[in-house]
């Protein structure tokens, strides 16, 4: 991922899906004075890195910033404690610098994707997914509630209050799962209508599962879309800590309070 970021081109390029995310090709080589083979270049050692993820929508190939990996970085090398203080300071910058905060920027978009490959069969991603035994440990501490059938409701509750409620659309495991997203835990999200979450895993080697999470349908929800962008990089870091190496990335307890 160093090396990738080492390239001027390729922070440029990630700058673009930043400032607006779900490009296609086309699209990002408008912004630069160079061939379309030059660009395809960066972009494939971006996805490599796991910086830019793709998912298709209808015939066109979208490109999606991924924060998970960076989110992987801060966790290991920033104190849980100073992470706030250093957002803080970096959304402080951004809005003296280009007058908008760093959320603002980052919810243009109808459409996020995220993206990350986890060391487990896609049985194990998927019981994680679907089973309180897992969620408690990195999904902000909330058990989930359903019985994972088209038309069944969903429910996520941190100890006696709701998170999320929501109806299960498509349940195909350990493949998909599509449900819509109806966020209840602070009054400001809980005013946006509700938005649609797709859960896909594809097998990526031997033992090695891809998980794509596509959350969409939420163009009147920028509460939603702000929270989101920035909750799920840490719920699928915790996921993937949880399943390669059979314990919680932080202690679940004082996120539960």
């Keep these: ?104 920027m980052a919810v243009e978009t109808p459409t996020q994707v995220f993206a990350i ?39 996520y509750k941190i100890g006696d209050d709701t998170a999320i409620v929501g109806e299960v659309i498509e349940a195909t495991p350990p493949e998909k799962l599509v449900t819509t997203f109806d966020a209840q835990w602070d009054e400001a999200i809980r005013a946006d209508p509700a938005s649609r979450i797709t859960w896909i895993l594809e097998e990526a080697g031997p033992g090695v599962s891809k998980l794509t999470v596509v959350h969409d349908n939420y163009e009147r929800s920028a509460a939603t879309a702000e929270q989101v962008a920035g909750g799920m990089p840490y719920i699928l870091s915790g996921l993937k800590t949880l399943l390669e190496l059979g314990r919680p990335m932080l202690d679940p307890e004082p996120l539960a309070r």
Excluded at 4 to 26: C, K, M, N, V, Y
Excluded at 45 to 73: C, D, M, W
Excluded at 76 to 97: D, M, N, P, Q, S
């Design 117 to 155: 490959f986890i060391r487990a069969p896609r049985e194990h991603v998927w019981q994680a997914l679907t089973e309180s035994d897992y969620t408690l440990k990195y999904y902000y501490a909330s058990t989930v509630e359903s019985d994972w059938q088209p038309g069944s409701s969903l429910l």
């Design 1 to 104: 991922m160093f090396r990738a970021l080492a390239d001027p081109t390729r922070r440029a390029i990630l700058d673009r899906l930043f400032e607006r995310d779900g490009q296609s090709l086309g699209e990002i080589e408008r912004s630069f004075e160079m061939s379309r083979f030059g660009v395809m270049k960066h972009l494939r050692v971006l996805e490599e890195a796991g910086l830019v993820t793709t998912h298709r929508v209808g015939r066109s190939k979208l490109h999606y910033l991924n924060a998970v990996p960076i989110q992987e970085l801060q966790f290991r090398w920033i104190h849980k404690f100073a992470a706030g203080a250093t957002a803080a300071l970096l959304g402080l910058r951004a809005e003296v610098e280009k007058g908008a905060t760093m959320s603002a």
